[in-house]
């Protein structure tokens, strides 16, 4: 297995450039003709598994879920078994055909570069068979189906992690991080195919697999930050703040449903809520920030600031979690109050009223620091750029000295943008305009 990972790694570090400096026509039909193979074959995979995923999700199959408790739950809150498995078969295949666009796309834009080819495939697969239980659920109906759909899955898996070490030109940075794959591809093999063995952690050590899985992930995403430090040019950097980008919001959305379903299990993880409901398709579109984000960076990285969007990220997401944090306690806080000095158990009104007003008093001075506070850590030159440019145009509102103020716009450009020489020329008036200024 490690052998076929290092000719799978091969194959996208051959592809880098764009394959027609480094591929025959033929060589590029062949990839081409298998890129839309594998893509039907998935598809149609994906197609033949929903009647099997539909009895999956209306029989409640998931290990998760406890069947009496969870049909218990919807009865009582007038929910049909019908309704909660189409639902969810709805928007498990929303997203798996979102996936599959998001790798459409790129194949169609740029089939002829190999690590958007790669990128694009990995994307198809991962939607399709890691995301979604019908592909293995109809694998466990039909034995014929097992073998390919669990080397589908398997691949979905691997080409997916290897992403994290090959993009954006295809190659291991550095070298010898080519181990870390072949130790993943061995963790998945032991999972798809030996699942009755010690070494499927997720049977055997359940508790130590997820730290497991973390770990990888943090190394693929360390990979992509020393390449961005280390190696990548000015292009390449843009495309890995996209992907960092969508991949850190990604799961920090995910974590974050996460832990709301898993801390109130009775109400959301066996849906004894309609919220539920609302959670589940919040961690679907958290995951679609992952396929939107790469396309980007491999399509239309030149179309917007990236710079801003991490910005403004970080601003309104620190903004919003305070906010929230805020609200609640101070909801918490009025109610405890009003109660110690009326005797009233509860004064849910006047506690939120309260509560969102000064909530909408602290908002744009909160939001002012917090956008200060991460320009002076995060984006320290531009910040300090920006201060200086400030500094200079009040003084050149309140100086009228020429000389001190070309002194002055010299400082400016070496400060702010740091040329390697710095060169003023004003240009003399001229003789006839002289005179005519001297003229009464």
């Known amino acids: 297995m490690g052998l ?13 450039a764009p394959t027609s400096a480094t591929l025959s026509r033929r060589q590029l039909f062949l990839i081409r003709v298998g890129w839309l193979v594998i893509f039907l074959l998935s598809i149609g995979v994906y197609i033949a598994s929903i009647p ?65 080819l790669f990128t694009s495939l990995s994307l198809v697969l991962f939607g399709i068979f890691f995301l979604n239980d019908g592909p293995v659920a109809l694998a466990k109906q039909y034995a014929a189906m097992w073998l390919p759909i669990h080397l589908l899955s398997f691949f979905g898996s691997v080409t997916f992690y290897l992403f994290f070490y090959l993009f954006p030109n295809g190659r291991f940075v550095p070298r010898w991080l080519y181990l870390a794959p072949i130790l993943w591809a061995a963790h998945e093999v032991a999972y798809y195919f030996f699942p009755a063995s010690v070494f499927n952690l997720e049977g055997s050590f359940p508790l130590l697999d997820p730290v497991v899985v973390l770990t990888f992930l943090c190394i693929g995403i360390g990979a992509q930050l020393y390449r961005y430090r280390y190696v990548s040019g000015p292009v390449q950097r843009e495309q890995t703040k996209w992907v960092i980008l969508g991949m850190a919001s990604a799961g920090l959305g995910v974590v974050g449903f996460g832990l709301v379903i898993n801390s109130f299990p009775t109400m959301l993880l066996q849906f004894g809520s309609p919220y539920a409901f609302v959670f589940e398709t919040g961690i679907l579109i958290a995951m679609l920030l992952i396929p939107l984000s790469i396309g980007v960076a491999i399509l239309r990285h030149r179309l917007w600031n990236v710079d801003i969007v991490i910005n403004r990220t970080l601003v309104y997401g620190t903004l919003t979690a305070l906010l929230a944090l805020m609200y609640l306690g101070g909801v918490a806080a009025t109610e405890a109050i009003f109660r110690a000095l009326t005797d009233r158990e509860h004064q849910p009104q006047l506690a939120t009223v309260i509560s969102t007003l000064v909530i909408a008093a602290l908002f744009n001075p909160l939001r002012r620091r917090i956008q200060l506070f991460i320009d002076r850590r995060f984006y320290r030159r531009k910040y300090d750029a920006r201060k200086t440019l400030e500094v200079f145009s009040a003084k050149l509102r309140n100086d009228s000295d020429l000389d001190a103020l070309s002194d002055d716009l010299v400082g400016v450009v070496k400060e702010t943008m740091q040329p390697a020489h710095v060169s003023l020329w004003l240009r003399a008036h001229t003789t006839s305009k002289q005179n005519r200024n001297k003229q009464p």
């Open 4 to 16: 076929k990972l290092d000719k799978l790694a091969e194959f996208a570090r051959s592809l880098h």
């Open 52 to 116: 099997t995923y539909y009895d999956w999700f209306i029989n409640f199959n998931n290990p998760d879920l406890q069947a009496g408790t969870v049909r218990a739950n919807l009865e009582a809150a007038g929910i049909s078994v019908d309704f909660y498995a189409t639902y969810l078969l709805s928007i498990h295949t929303a997203s798996a055909i979102l996936w599959c666009a998001g790798g459409a796309i790129i194949f169609w834009r740029r089939s002829d570069d190999g690590i958007a």
